[in-house]
């Protein structure tokens, strides 16, 4: 299954430097990765991203990501993916901008 994780670009750009991340400042607190499903990103995107430009999309598979990926309950008792190791360069199959659009953020065609 596809999963996604929305970076600010210094997040993406320290990734990219670094090789791995321990995620955003909210990944930090929390102890875990935080990742939305095709069917939640778009919500996260705007709960945690509203307003805000200059973002990027990055694609993994779940199935790459072993037993340090757990499905846990969380906004509305849905499971969130949580990555529990620092998330590697190697972990992402695709990345690209998410632009902010006059009505929010504009996800690729053919995301749920």
């Known amino acids: 299954m596809k999963i996604y994780k929305i970076f600010r670009a210094p ?7 670094e090789g791995e991340t321990a995620g955003a400042p909210v990944d ?6 935080h990742f939305s499903t095709a069917a939640q990103v778009r919500e996260t995107a705007a ?16 199935d790459r990501l072993g ?16 990555l529990y190791r620092p998330l590697r ?3 992402i199959e695709a990345d ?14 053919g995301l749920a």
């Open 28 to 33: 930090l607190a929390d102890g875990y990765i």
């Open 67 to 82: 037993d340090d990926l757990r499905w846990e309950p969380s906004r509305g008792g849905q499971l969130f993916p949580h």
């Open 47 to 62: 709960k945690h991203f509203a307003g805000e430009d200059g973002l990027v999309l990055l694609t993994l598979d779940s």
């Open 11 to 17: 997040e993406w750009a320290a990734l990219q430097a």
């Open 89 to 91: 360069l190697s972990d």
């Open 96 to 109: 690209g901008p998410l632009p902010l659009g006059p009505e929010g953020h504009a996800f690729p065609d």
